[in-house]
C-alpha cells in the first residue's frame, strides 16, 4: 500500500469553509468539515494503535535479547 513511509506531518488549512490538506508528493485534498472532523478520529485512533505496534516490537526485540544474553 505504500510506495514510501512519510516522516513529515501534511500542512492543514481551513478556507472558505473547507478543510485542506497539502502533503507529501504534492498530495491535496480539500474536505468538508465533517469529513475533516472524522478523519482525524479515524488518524488519532489508527496513530495509537500504530505507535502500540511499534512498541511491542521493541518489547518482542528486547525480550529476545536478554534470552540470548542468558
Do not use: N, Y
Amino acid at each position: 500500500m505504500r510506495d514510501r513511509l512519510h516522516d513529515e506531518p501534511s500542512q492543514v488549512f481551513a478556507e472558505q469553509g473547507e478543510v485542506q490538506i497539502e502533503g507529501p508528493d504534492g498530495i491535496a485534498v480539500s474536505m468538508t468539515p465533517k469529513a475533516a472532523a472524522e478523519t482525524s478520529e479515524r488518524l488519532l485512533a489508527c496513530a495509537a494503535q500504530a505507535q502500540g505496534q511499534l512498541s511491542e516490537r521493541r518489547r518482542r526485540a528486547e525480550e529476545r535479547k536478554q534470552q540470548g544474553r542468558d
